[in-house]
């Protein structure tokens, strides 16, 4: 009787259970209430970007270039700007495209650094700076890249894009799909290395944009870009890196320079003091002399108003969050995308805070990588940035097959 009792009372409760969740279905509940709060929040979305940008702040910074942007990489936030979406020639920083689409493919498991890379005719033919590549020749994809970010050589740079894309031209096609990708709206390729082509022209936001993700998804590129000299052909060939501020700047750390006829002398350089990593880019000086001037004046400028500071802590910040509608009966909350530091202006870290939005309860299916909240990081009342909390486990919508399965668990104990 008490077996008969309980079956009952389970087939009630599925029943009463499959009712609640297709009308919970229905009305499509979501993410709404944020942690200790009561008003309904909008929910996020799981592709909203992660970055806020702010505008650029006044200065009057007097720089010898045509265009100009320096950028907190962390959040995107651009600190300066003089004609940052005009569009000019980029001259060998057009070579960070070419790392990012080769390191891309060392990531995927297509090549790695031992990898030999040919030197066909093509790329011996390349003029400008180089390494003098011959026919036949075979150097290391490691060899290469030291090659590229070191002395900027333009042959290393088209034998390294044919062996990643087949050929110049369809690299170059890559090339531009990944520009679009990654938002450089006013970004047009036309060849691996920089060299003057008519119709190859960038903006100094694209650049800043493309620096910031290199240092984002590949952090090795700044052991390379970070060598001062080395050599090639067992000595016999020397390489001296063109990035000058190696030698004259505290903290830094790359990134590419370029000087070419049409574009004149252009540098995007990256630093770090003191936890804060800034990128400034600098397009069309007339010498030199001006480009490594102006880029270290916006890098003077940043660290001298800005700051890292440490996330504000969380009053609260849970392990997993329950989960309707499913077997499991929570997931894991994956705090990843939290970053350490955060960027204030100076002398203003007491006005911080953070917040977290979360839900009471979710609802099933919840997948792995889903974003289910979001930590909201303010400076008095000014949103600074926002970062995803994601669920770090699945969590299946219980089919019909899998509440009779439940209850049969119920029925026999297990």
């Not at 209430?33 to 505008?55: C, H, N, R, S």
């Not at 740079?157 to 044919?162: D, F, W």
């Not at 800043?208 to 984002?216: K, P």
């Not at 849970?318 to 929570?330: F, M, R």
């Amino acid at each position: 009787m008490e077996r008969r009792n309980l079956a009952l009372l389970c087939a009630g409760v599925l029943c009463f259970w499959l009712f609640a969740l297709a009308v919970g279905t229905a009305r499509g509940a979501g993410l709404r209430v944020a942690i200790g709060g009561t008003e309904p929040e909008p929910a996020v979305q799981a592709d909203a970007p992660a970055v806020l940008t702010a505008a650029p702040t006044s200065s009057g910074l007097q720089l010898e270039c045509r265009a100009a942007v320096l950028m907190e990489p962390e959040t995107g936030r651009v600190l300066y700007e003089k004609a940052p979406d005009e569009r000019m020639p980029i001259a060998s920083i057009t070579k960070l495209m070419t790392l990012l689409l080769t390191f891309e493919a060392i990531h995927g498991g297509k090549l790695t650094l031992d990898t030999e890379v040919p030197v066909s005719e093509h790329a011996y033919h390349m003029g400008g700076s180089q390494i003098w590549l011959e026919p036949g020749e075979h150097f290391t994809l490691d060899e290469m890249l030291r090659a590229i970010c070191i002395s900027s050589a333009n042959d290393a740079a088209v034998a390294v894009a044919e062996l990643v894309g087949g050929s110049e031209p369809m690299f170059v096609e890559q090339m531009n799909a990944r520009a679009a990708e990654l938002g450089m709206t006013n970004t047009t390729f036309k060849n691996a290395c920089g060299l003057d082509t008519e119709g190859h022209l960038s903006t100094a936001r694209d650049v800043a944009t493309l620096s910031r993700y290199l240092m984002t998804t590949c952090p090795e590129l700044l052991h390379y870009t970070g060598i001062w000299t080395d050599s090639l052909r067992e000595g016999q060939t020397q390489l001296v890196n063109t990035n000058k501020l190696l030698r004259r700047y505290s903290g830094i750390t790359g990134l590419k320079t370029g000087t070419t006829s049409g574009a004149g002398v252009c540098i995007s350089a990256s630093a770090t003091r003191d936890g804060l990593t800034l990128i400034a880019v600098v397009l069309g000086s007339p010498s030199s002399a001006d480009r490594f001037n102006s880029a270290t004046t916006l890098l003077d400028y940043g660290f001298a108003n800005y700051a890292a500071a440490p996330l504000p802590e969380l009053p609260d910040r849970p392990l997993a969050l329950a989960v309707k509608g499913s077997a499991e009966d929570s997931v894991p909350l994956d705090y990843a995308a939290l970053p350490e530091t955060i960027l204030i202006e100076k002398g203003t870290a007491s006005a911080l805070r953070a917040e977290l939005t979360l839900p009471e309860t979710l609802e099933a299916p919840v997948e792995r990588g889903q974003t289910v909240g979001k930590v909201s990081v303010f400076q008095a009342d000014t949103l600074l940035n926002e970062y995803e909390i994601k669920a770090a486990a699945d969590a299946p919508l219980l089919t019909f097959g899998g509440a009779l399965e439940l209850l049969w668990r119920c029925l026999i104990g297990g």
